[in-house]
């Protein structure tokens, strides 16, 4: 990627975990069409399904990040939110039964930080949960983020007791100085130090979250950041640009503009770091992913069973995301839904025995054509358009890309090559028809690269 295309494509555009996305919602759906919604796609006795649990809280408030977080010392929080999370459980149970007996193929833990809970209330969650569903095939895949700095071999080895299997480090840089500016200095014996334990108890996948565009980060301080990272060679790496979007986390107002790195600075620290990767025996899973190629995340790609959801990508297609926990997302074939995102009106609504709806989303017939093609698109980085779409149209929206060598056309199929694989999200947006009918009047997202 040259400097010239990086100026030429870094632009808002919406990262496609959900079509339409999340600004674009609109008919929230009532209780009963969405637990219906569910069932559908629950449907014959095989079908698998996924749980996401979002675990909020935080001891300290890390400037960069942009997920929903309760930031407090206090761990006397840990038991009651446990205690809310399992009756939202019970809710979905008792209005959709399948839920018990459709195997569950994914359980991810995310936040915040989910090793804020202890051993034991990790204990207290999860077993509750694991004992009264179906994990059927040996095909059951648990993960969770961890922190380094706030997790330990006794939490590791309850979850791994339990089936987990993947486990993801929030690394973000190596340097001292970006980690003081981004609030969150964290050693690299720490990362080291929760690698290595992860593999000796068995885990199989160890994934590291970076960061380009940080502030204060140089070419110098990403090459030591890289060459630590392939020093502890994780199975997978997902390589972030900083989503700057301080309408949404005043937090980021914390450190200046001028400190992020810009333009072509910025475009080189990307290039950095993806050509490192592929040089160390990395595959471009596309989209700032990159994982060893007998890892699942890689294999899946390789037999295009590669899925993108509202977890990112995962290695099965499920058609149901069951989302728990304060601002957790959930979907089904036909229909979005999220949480309320203010813990104390989640708590309240959870105790007087409701799932806490803040809003979601009725799919179209366009929407459902329009979600399929996105879907493989992102995941295949092609996708066959037979006559879903006015091609005249799409290759006129995407004239300049195939003129800079990034996708091509091959009859009906749209084709991302591999120069262009930094633009998934670019490209994904000709095929956006709802954000093409009504473009963002305010800031919506974050820049592509």
């Known amino acids: ?39 559908a796609g629950l449907g014959p006795t095989d079908a698998g399904w996924s749980i996401y649990m979002h675990i909020p809280f935080c001891e300290t408030l890390c400037s960069f990040c942009g997920c929903n977080t309760v930031i407090t010392k206090s761990h006397k929080k840990e038991h009651p939110y446990v205690e809310r999370l399992l009756k939202e459980w019970q809710i979905y149970k008792s209005a959709v039964a399948e839920f018990g007996s459709r195997p569950m193929r994914q359980l991810h833990l995310g936040g915040g930080t989910p090793t804020f809970l202890s051993a034991d209330n990790l204990k207290a969650l999860l077993e509750p949960v694991l004992s009264s569903v179906s994990l059927e095939n040996g095909e059951f895949e648990g993960s969770i983020e961890v922190d380094p700095r706030r997790t330990n071999r006794e939490q590791l080895q309850a979850l791994y007791d339990m089936g987990f299997r993947r486990v993801s480090l929030g690394v973000q840089d190596f340097n001292v100085e970006v980690q003081r500016l981004i609030n969150r200095i964290q050693t690299f014996e720490e990362n080291k130090s929760i690698t290595e334990m992860a593999r000796e108890i068995g885990y199989t996948s160890v994934n590291f ?69 592929l040089e160390a025996g990395y595959e471009d899973i596309g989209l700032d992913h990159f994982a060893l190629s007998d890892e699942k995340l890689a294999v899946a790609r390789a037999q295009s069973k590669l899925h993108r959801n509202f977890m990112g990508y995962t290695e099965h297609r499920t058609e149901v995301l069951l989302g728990l926990g ?27 025995g409701s799932v806490p709806t803040l809003r979601g989303h009725l799919l179209s017939e366009e929407d459902l054509a329009v979600r399929e093609q996105i879907l493989q698109f992102m995941t295949r980085a092609e996708v066959d358009l037979e006559s879903q779409v006015d091609f005249t149209v799409l290759q006129e929206r995407l004239a300049p890309m195939v003129a800079d060598g990034l996708v091509r056309f091959e009859g009906n199929r749209m084709i991302q090559t591999q120069k262009g694989l930094p633009f998934l999200r670019n490209s994904a947006m000709a095929l956006d028809k709802r954000l093409l009918a009504k473009s963002p009047d305010q800031s919506m997202f974050s820049k592509s690269l």
């Open 326 to 352: 304060v601002s957790a997302i959930s979907e089904a074939p036909t229909c979005f839904h999220q949480n309320k995102k203010e813990l104390p009106v989640y708590e309240r609504e959870i105790d007087g």
């Open 209 to 277: 979250d970076l960061i380009y565009g940080l502030p204060q980060q140089t070419p110098e301080r990403m090459q030591i950041t890289l060459e630590k990272t392939l020093e502890l060679r994780p199975d997978r790496v997902a390589f972030y640009s900083l989503a700057v979007v301080p309408w949404i986390k005043p937090a980021q107002r914390l450190f200046k503009i001028e400190d992020l790195p810009q333009g072509e600075d910025k475009y080189h620290l990307y290039e950095m770091g993806r050509e490192v990767f």
């Open 1 to 39: 990627m040259s400097s010239e295309l990086f100026k030429k494509y870094d632009v808002q555009a919406p990262r496609y975990t959900s079509y339409p996305t999340v600004p674009y919602w609109s008919e929230t759906p009532s209780w009963e069409q969405w637990t219906q919604a569910i069932k």
